[in-house]
């Protein structure tokens, strides 16, 4: 979780913006800024950000693939021929009528 070095005052983070966002580049660390002493924003430098997005979505995907292996198990999944098959045929549907429309 967050250290004290990693909780400041937003007024601090205010008046050294630049020193606030070098730390931030060099630790990769995330700050809490305080308004009146109580957590206020959650600040952190980009690339920290986007790894931290990257690893949300690969955990959704992990929960998914989970899922549907949990659903196959339990026979509840559909083999892949009898899917593309019935997706050919409403392909096929979906395309005469728009010819004849």
Do not use: C, W
């Amino acid at each position: 979780m967050f250290e004290a070095p990693d909780i400041r005052p937003l007024t601090e983070f205010q008046r050294s913006a630049k020193a606030h966002i070098a730390r931030l580049k060099k630790t990769g660390r995330a700050e809490v800024l305080t308004v009146n002493g109580r957590a206020a924003v959650v600040v952190q430098d980009a690339a920290s950000y986007q790894r931290l997005v990257d690893l949300a979505e690969r955990a959704r995907e992990f929960r998914e693939i989970e899922s549907a292996l949990r659903d196959m198990d339990a026979d509840k999944g559909r083999d892949f021929e009898g899917f593309a098959a019935e997706s050919r045929k409403a392909l096929a549907r979906k395309s005469t009528r728009r010819k004849s429309a």
